[in-house]
């Protein structure tokens, strides 16, 4: 079999990183590579090598004569997770540039159809402008370890909108201070809920859907 372009692995790495990162596969959940491949138009193969360079990002699992899984996100995993992601960004916030345009501010808090998706977005897009490239790498990492939070959030999650609000509100007035309270408290929230989502997940895993 021909070996692809550089060009056209590429793509299908980014291709197979956008499904695994769409939020339809749960964590621990086993990717069924033929599907995906079909699904893609790619072959297997080209998934398998994109897969693999995806388990060296630590997004998924390689297990021998098992295939590949999505990372499990296991009760104390998620506190890791929210603890890391939550202390980067106070760095973020307190290295945030707020020089530039509150307008510009203001368009990057727009799509709020899903306010864990747009806190989501809005962290990232703090990190941006603090300047610091490495920051924002580990805080996309830390995010894109919950992308199926970020998809499925507004059932495993109480109604985040206020939070997204209030957030969006404090960033583009540039009120880095009362951004970096509210990020507290709303870092208590996740925290208070962790049971819950590692119940909802396990419940996805094994039926293969959310619970209402």
Not at 149 to 154: H, K, S
Not at 161 to 189: C, V, Y
Request: proline share 4%; glycine share 6%; with cysteine.
């Amino acid at each position: 079999m021909a070996k692809p372009s550089p060009l056209k692995a590429m793509q299908a790495y980014e291709a197979v990183k956008q499904e695994v990162l769409s939020g339809r596969l749960a964590p621990g959940e086993w990717i069924d590579v033929n599907a995906m491949a079909s699904a893609l138009a790619i072959s297997i193969t080209t998934v398998r090598l994109a897969l693999y360079k995806l388990a060296g990002e630590e997004l998924v699992e390689g297990h021998p004569r098992q295939g590949f899984f999505m990372r499990p996100l296991t009760e104390s995993a998620l506190q890791d997770l929210f603890a890391v992601r939550e202390a980067l960004q106070l760095i973020a916030i307190r290295f945030a540039q707020i020089g530039n345009s509150a307008a510009l501010r203001e368009a990057i808090c727009q799509n709020a159809a899903n306010p864990v998706a747009a806190i989501d977005g809005l962290f990232r897009d703090i990190a941006v402008f603090s300047g610091h490239d490495e920051l924002s790498q580990w805080i996309e990492r830390a995010g894109n370890r919950l992308a199926f939070l970020r998809e499925n959030g507004r059932r495993l999650l109480p109604d985040l909108r206020p939070d997204q609000e209030a957030m969006a509100a404090l960033w583009i007035k540039g009120d880095l201070q009362s951004l970096e309270a509210h990020l507290l408290r709303f870092g208590q929230t996740l925290r208070q809920h962790i049971p819950e989502i590692s119940a909802q997940l396990r419940t996805k895993r094994h039926s293969g859907s959310v619970a209402s």
